[in-house]
C-alpha cells in the first residue's frame, strides 16, 4: 500500500516566519488519468479538520494566500509564508490516487508557536 | 454555505452496532460522493469509506478494517448519509466525520465500543 511519510512531525515557529512540511510519498501519486489527488488539510485543536489544497496545488474557497502547496510525483510541500497565531495544530498530507486502499494520511505535523 | 451535521454516536459495546446519520444541506447532495472519515482518541485521521451518487452507480467503497462490518448509505430524498456499523470493536473507538469528500466536513460524532 502506498505510504505518506510526513516531516517534521513537529513544527515550532515564530510568528511571522516562514513554515514548510514535507510529504513524501512511497509511490507516484500520479493518477493514470494525469491527476495528482494530493491534498493538504489543517486541525486545529477540538475542531474538525479543514482542507487548504486540494490536487496539490489549488486553495481551497476562503484559504489564506498565505498557505501554498506545491510538488510532483512523490514529493510534496505546504509552505505558509507568515506564521499566524490561528495557524497552531495539526497538518495532514492525503493521497487519493490509488483504490484500494482508498484515502489515505499522513501522519501529521502539529505546529506551534514558539 | 455547506453544513453537515451528524447524529447519532454514543457508547456501546463490543460486538454492538450504531447507526450514524448525517445531514446535509447547503449543497446538491444528490450529486454528490460522500466520504466517512474518522479519528481516534489522539490520533489521526483515518478514511472509513464513501458512497458514490448514484448516476455513478451509488456504489460504496471501504477502508480494509472496517470492510464486512460497516455499510454506507444514503437517502437522496432527505439529503441524509448513513454509516450502519455492525460488529463494533474497541478499535472503532473513534469521532467519525462526514464528509463531501474531504472538502467539507461535519462537527463529528463521537463513537466509544466499551464493556
Known amino acids: 500500500d502506498v505510504v505518506l511519510t510526513q516531516s517534521p512531525l513537529s513544527l515550532p515557529v515564530t510568528l511571522g516566519q516562514p513554515a514548510s512540511i514535507s510529504c513524501r510519498s512511497s509511490q507516484s501519486l500520479v493518477h493514470s488519468d494525469g491527476n495528482t489527488y494530493f491534498y493538504w488539510f489543517h486541525q486545529r485543536p477540538d475542531q474538525s479538520p479543514r482542507r487548504l489544497i486540494y490536487?496539490?496545488?489549488n486553495r481551497d474557497s476562503g484559504v489564506p494566500d498565505r498557505f501554498s502547496g506545491s510538488g510532483s510525483g512523490t514529493d510534496f510541500t505546504l509552505k505558509i509564508s507568515r506564521v499566524e497565531a490561528e495557524d497552531v495544530g495539526v497538518y495532514y498530507c492525503m493521497q487519493g490516487t490509488y483504490w484500494p486502499p482508498g484515502y489515505t494520511f499522513g501522519q501529521g505535523t502539529k505546529l506551534e508557536i514558539k | 454555505e455547506v453544513q453537515l451535521v451528524e447524529s447519532g454516536g454514543g457508547l456501546v459495546k463490543p460486538g454492538g452496532s450504531l447507526r450514524l446519520s448525517c445531514a446535509a444541506s447547503g449543497f446538491d447532495f444528490k450529486n454528490a460522493w460522500m466520504s466517512w472519515f474518522r479519528q481516534a482518541p489522539g490520533k489521526g485521521l483515518e478514511w472509513v469509506g464513501r458512497?458514490?451518487?448514484?448516476?455513478?452507480?451509488?456504489?460504496?467503497e471501504y477502508a480494509a478494517p472496517v470492510k464486512g462490518r460497516f455499510t454506507i448509505s444514503r437517502d437522496d430524498s432527505k439529503n441524509t448519509l448513513f454509516l450502519q456499523m455492525d460488529s463494533l470493536k474497541s478499535e472503532d473507538t473513534a469521532v467519525y466525520y462526514c464528509?463531501?469528500?474531504?472538502?467539507?466536513w461535519g462537527q463529528g460524532t463521537m463513537v466509544t465500543v466499551s464493556s
Open positions: 458512497i458514490k451518487r448514484k448516476i455513478d452507480g451509488g456504489t460504496t
Open positions: 464528509t463531501t469528500e474531504g472538502g467539507s
Open positions: 490536487w496539490v496545488s
